[in-house]
């Protein structure tokens, strides 16, 4: 791993957690997601997965677990998974159609995935109802934010 590297992974987590700062909706539903969506489309599925473990951590410990420890850390895992998954359709293929495809693919991970785990884990299928819509929102205002700054970001910079 190179400097460039190291230096891009250190900047994207330190987005990560002021995104985490800001909240959307209910509990740790923040704004951490963009910057590990960018790295995972610029640097790939393990710069994702990384990013999306702890940007989601970084939100848990800012709004102090309010799902229990084991919850977020199985969110952090959800989260590795939707990173590395972007990377991966990113990394197959990079075009308009790519972006779509790892989006839709993110949020089935995201948000299918993980109110399926959350709703199981909580032994409640209510919490499906009250977290899908902020999710969702928040799902999506993060990735259409990441993949309009990662197409922005190659067309100064060109090619990945």
Not at 37 to 43: E, K, S, Y
Not at 100 to 129: D, F, K, P, Q, R
Request: hydrophobic share 55%; charged share 5%.
């Amino acid at each position: 791993m190179n400097i460039r590297t190291i230096t891009a992974y250190a900047l994207l987590i330190a987005l990560c957690a002021i995104g985490g700062q800001i909240h959307f909706g209910v509990y740790s539903i923040g704004f951490d997601s963009s910057p590990a969506f960018v790295g995972a489309l610029l640097l790939g599925p393990v710069a994702g997965a990384v990013l999306g473990a702890l940007g989601h951590l970084a939100t848990a410990v800012f709004t102090g677990f309010p799902l229990s420890v084991p919850m977020h850390v199985v969110v952090a895992l959800i989260m590795a998974c939707t990173g590395a998954s972007i990377g991966y359709c990113m990394r197959k293929r990079a075009s308009s159609f790519s972006y779509v495809v790892s989006g839709i693919v993110g949020y089935i991970i995201n948000v299918g995935l993980g109110l399926v785990v959350t709703s199981w884990m909580m032994h409640s299928v209510e919490v499906v109802a009250i977290l899908f819509v902020p999710l969702s929102l928040a799902y999506l205002v993060n990735y259409v934010g990441a993949a309009l700054v990662v197409s922005q970001l190659t067309k100064v910079f060109g090619g990945r």
